[in-house]
């Protein structure tokens, strides 16, 4: 099993940029796809961007597309998401989790999961 670690949240005022990164233990996390969910308050948690195995193809939720860039480097273990133009709406927080599947959307898809980083964007 891999364990996921987030850090890179914070405070950062509406427009500004942060970059999460996910660091994941174990030598196989090249072969999973893995994704980054995020829960705002009295909200579901939901997917925000994937990185699909084998060939790296990505999936943004429109409501980030062109403001996020998910990435990964494999032989660091990391997975990462640069967030820029931030808005108040994307206060939450934010979780990477990783699927055996290729493709992977929805929440019960992915097998495992971190514990979360905050993520607070003041307007």
């Known amino acids: 099993q891999v364990q996921l670690v987030e850090s890179g949240g914070g405070l950062v005022q509406a427009g500004g940029s942060l970059r999460l990164s996910c660091a994941a233990s174990?030598?196989?996390?090249?072969?999973?796809?893995m994704g980054w969910f995020r829960q705002a308050p009295g909200k579901e948690r939901h997917l925000v961007a994937a990185?699909?195995?084998?060939?790296?193809?990505?999936y943004y939720h429109g409501f980030v597309k062109d403001r996020f860039t998910i990435s990964r480097d494999n032989g660091k273990n990391t997975l990462y998401l640069q967030m820029n133009s931030l808005k108040a709406e994307d206060t939450a927080v934010y979780y990477c989790?990783?699927?055996?599947?290729?493709?992977?959307?929805?929440?019960?898809?992915?097998?495992?999961w971190g514990q979360g980083t905050q993520v607070t964007v003041s307007s």
């Open positions: 989790a990783g699927c055996s599947r290729s493709i992977c959307y929805a929440e019960g898809e992915y097998d495992f």
């Open positions: 174990g030598r196989t996390f090249s072969t999973y796809t």
């Open positions: 990185v699909m195995r084998p060939y790296g193809t990505t």
